[in-house]
C-alpha cells in the first residue's frame, strides 16, 4: 500500500517540488507573477468565489426543499443532484457551452438583452457552478436531517417571526456545514479542467483560467512555466485542504 | 355565517402570533420548491436533456453512422481498458488501505488519510503536468526511458497513471467507514475461534463491506471513465491513438463535427445515468439516511 502511494502519489509530487526548486527563487517570481498568469489567477479565484457563493446560496434552498418537504419526483430529484459527480465534465462543458450560446435555447433567449454566457466568463462561472453544486447539497442535506423541527417550531411559539427563526436558530448550526460545502466546491472549481476549458473562449486577459493556461505552457514545452503556475495551484488546494479541516474542526462543537 | 364579525377579533388578540405565519407557509414551500427547480433546471436539467436533444434530433441514423466511426470506437476501446486498469488497482490499493487505518489509532493518522485525499485536491491538470514532469523527456526518468526505448508519455502508460491518479481515494474513503462502523469485535471472535487471518477476511469482514466496497469501485469507474484533465496533458491527444471517449468529445467539437461529438456523449451521459442508478440502489442497501460527498 505504501509502495503504490508512494509511486503514484509522493514520486510526481516530489518531481514537481524538485523541478520548481531547479528554478532561481526570483525566476520563480517572475513567471508566477507575470501579467498574463496574475491575470489567470484573477479570472479563477473571483470566478470560482462567485460560483461558489451562488452554489452556497441555492445550494441550501435545495437542501432544504429536499429535507423538509414533500413533493412529486422529490426522489428523482434528489438522486438527480448527483448528476455532475457521475457527468464527465467534457460532456458538461459541451453540453453548457451548446445551451448557453447564441444559436443555444437559453442563450437564444439571453442574446437580444445583450447578455452572452457561453465563451465568456459568465460561461466559465456557470460550469463552475455546474460541477460545485453537489458539494454544497451533500454538506447541508445530512446537517439538515438531523436537526430536530421541534426548535424552530420552539421559536415560533415564542414569537419569533420566520426572519428570526432563520437568522438566530437555523442558521447557526447549520453555518459550518454550509462554509465547508463553499470550500469545497470553491477548490474543485478552481482546479477544474474539463467543462471550463470547452465553455470558454480562452482569451487571455478575458476568460483564461490558470488551469488551461498550465496546460498551454506544457503544449509550448515550457516546463518550468508550467510548473511555477502548478505550483502556486497546488498550494492553493493544499491552503484550502487545511481550510476545510479547520471548518470541520469549528464545526464539531455543535456536536458534543 | 352569522358569526363571521368574531375571526378578526380572534386573530388581532387571542391567538399566538404562529397564525400569522401558518397562512404564510402555505405559499411559501411552494415558493421555494420553484426557486429550487428553476435553478436546478438552468444549471442541470435542461443541458442534460440538450445532450440527447442533439444527439438524436437528426434521427438514429446519423447517431448510428458516428458510433460507427474507427476512431470513435478506438476511443471507446480505449476508455474500457483504461478503467479496466486503473479500477482494480484502486480497488485493491483502497482495501490495504482501509485495512490498514481503519479501527487503528496511531500518530499520523488523520495525516496519512488527508494524504490519501489529496487526488482529490489536486487540479487534474497538475496531476497530469506531475506525470509530465516523471516520465516526460525532460523529466526525472525522461532519459533512461528514451535510453531504453519505452514510451510513457504520450501513450497508454502516461493514460492509465493519470487515470489511477484521479481516481485512487474513492473505495478507501467508502470502507473505511464502514470498517469502523462495524468495529473489530466480530473479526476478533473469529480469530479466537481458531480462524485464520485469510478465512476471517472472506467470511467476516468482505461480507460486511461489500456493498460499502461496491459503491467505491463504482464511483472510481465512473471517474475512470470520465476523466478529462489528467489524461489530456499526458497523453498529446492524438486521433485513432491516444484518444480516450472525454478526449474524443473535446476534439470533435473543437473541429465542429458537433453531431460526433454529442453521439460519444450520450454514451459518456449513459454511464452517468447507470452509476446514479446504481448508486442508488447501494445507497437503499446500505441503509444510508443522508447522501455522501464525495
Avoid at chain 1, 509502495?3 to 532561481?24: E, H, I, Q, V
Avoid at chain 1, 437542501?63 to 459527480?85: E, G, N, Q, T
Avoid at chain 1, 447549520?174 to 469545497?184: E, N, R, W, Y
Wanted: charged residues 15%; hydrophobic residues 55%; proline residues 5%.
Amino acid at each position: 500500500m505504501f509502495g503504490y502511494l508512494a509511486f503514484m502519489l509522493f514520486l510526481p509530487t516530489a518531481a514537481m517540488l524538485t523541478k520548481s526548486l531547479t528554478l532561481k527563487p526570483a525566476e520563480f517570481w517572475q513567471i508566477a507573477t507575470s501579467a498574463i498568469a496574475l491575470s489567470t489567477y484573477n479570472v479563477t479565484f473571483t470566478t470560482s468565489l462567485l460560483a461558489a457563493l451562488i452554489d452556497g446560496v441555492f445550494g441550501v434552498l435545495i437542501a432544504w426543499v429536499l429535507v423538509r418537504y414533500r413533493f412529486p419526483f422529490r426522489k428523482l430529484i434528489d438522486a438527480s443532484i448527483d448528476l455532475p459527480f457521475a457527468l464527465p465534465t467534457a460532456v458538461a462543458g459541451l453540453t453548457l457551452a451548446t445551451v448557453y450560446s447564441d444559436q443555444g435555447w437559453i442563450g437564444s433567449l439571453l442574446a437580444p438583452l445583450g447578455i452572452k454566457i457561453a465563451f465568456t466568463r459568465f460561461g466559465v462561472g456557470l460550469a463552475m457552478m455546474f460541477i460545485s453544486l453537489p458539494f454544497v447539497v451533500r454538506t447541508v442535506q445530512p446537517v439538515l436531517m438531523q436537526m430536530e423541527q421541534e426548535t424552530e417550531e420552539a421559536a415560533w411559539s415564542l414569537g419569533a417571526s420566520p426572519w428570526q427563526t432563520f437568522w438566530r436558530v437555523l442558521l447557526p448550526p447549520l453555518f459550518p456545514a454550509i462554509l465547508t460545502g463553499i470550500a469545497l466546491g470553491f477548490s474543485r472549481a478552481v482546479g477544474e479542467y474539463g467543462s471550463t476549458v470547452i465553455v470558454s473562449s480562452n482569451t487571455p486577459f478575458k476568460d483564461l483560467i490558470a488551469p488551461v493556461l498550465i496546460f498551454q505552457r506544457l503544449e509550448q514545452y515550457d516546463y518550468a512555466g508550467a510548473t511555477v503556475i502548478g505550483m502556486v495551484l497546488l498550494m492553493i488546494s493544499l491552503f484550502m485542504l487545511l481550510v476545510i479541516n479547520f471548518i470541520q474542526a469549528w464545526g464539531k462543537r455543535y456536536d458534543g | 355565517m352569522t358569526d363571521r364579525g368574531i375571526e378578526p377579533v380572534l386573530q388581532t388578540s387571542d391567538l399566538p402570533p404562529r397564525y400569522g405565519t401558518q397562512t404564510k407557509e402555505s405559499w411559501i414551500p411552494t415558493l421555494f420548491i420553484v426557486i429550487a427547480l428553476i435553478f436546478l433546471a438552468l444549471v442541470l436539467y435542461i443541458p442534460a436533456i440538450n445532450v440527447f436533444y442533439e444527439a438524436f434530433h437528426k434521427g438514429l441514423g446519423p447517431f448510428l453512422h458516428n458510433l460507427s466511426e474507427p476512431n470513435f470506437q478506438y476511443a471507446v476501446r480505449m476508455t474500457v481498458a483504461l478503467a479496466a486498469i486503473a479500477v482494480p488497482l484502486n480497488t485493491i490499493f483502497g482495501l490495504c488501505t482501509a485495512w490498514a487505518l481503519a479501527n487503528k489509532h496511531f500518530r499520523g493518522r488523520t495525516l496519512l488519510l488527508s494524504i490519501i485525499d489529496l487526488p482529490f485536491a489536486i487540479s487534474p491538470v497538475v496531476a497530469g503536468l506531475m506525470i509530465m514532469l516523471l516520465y516526460g523527456r525532460q523529466g526525472w526518468f525522461g532519459a533512461w526511458l528514451i535510453e531504453h526505448n519505452i514510451k510513457i508519455v504520450f501513450a497508454f502508460p502516461a493514460m492509465m497513471l493519470a487515470t489511477a491518479f484521479v481516481s485512487m481515494p474513492f473505495v478507501a474513503r467508502e470502507v473505511i467507514p464502514v470498517l469502523e462502523e462495524e468495529g473489530t469485535s466480530q473479526e476478533e471472535a473469529a480469530y479466537t475461534l481458531g480462524a485464520t487471518p485469510w478465512q476471517t477476511f472472506w467470511r467476516v469482514t468482505a461480507p460486511n463491506i461489500r456493498w460499502g466496497l461496491l459503491y467505491g469501485v463504482l464511483l472510481t469507474n465512473a471517474r475512470a471513465m470520465g476523466e478529462f484533465g489528467a489524461v489530456s496533458v499526458v497523453s498529446g491527444n492524438i486521433m485513432g491513438q491516444t484518444q480516450s471517449l472525454p478526449l474524443f468529445v473535446e476534439e470533435a467539437y473543437k473541429s465542429y463535427n458537433t453531431e460526433a461529438a454529442y453521439a460519444a456523449s450520450v454514451l459518456l451521459a449513459l454511464l452517468a445515468v447507470v452509476t446514479l442508478v446504481l448508486k442508488e440502489i447501494l445507497e437503499r442497501r446500505t441503509g444510508r439516511g443522508a447522501k455522501k460527498i464525495h
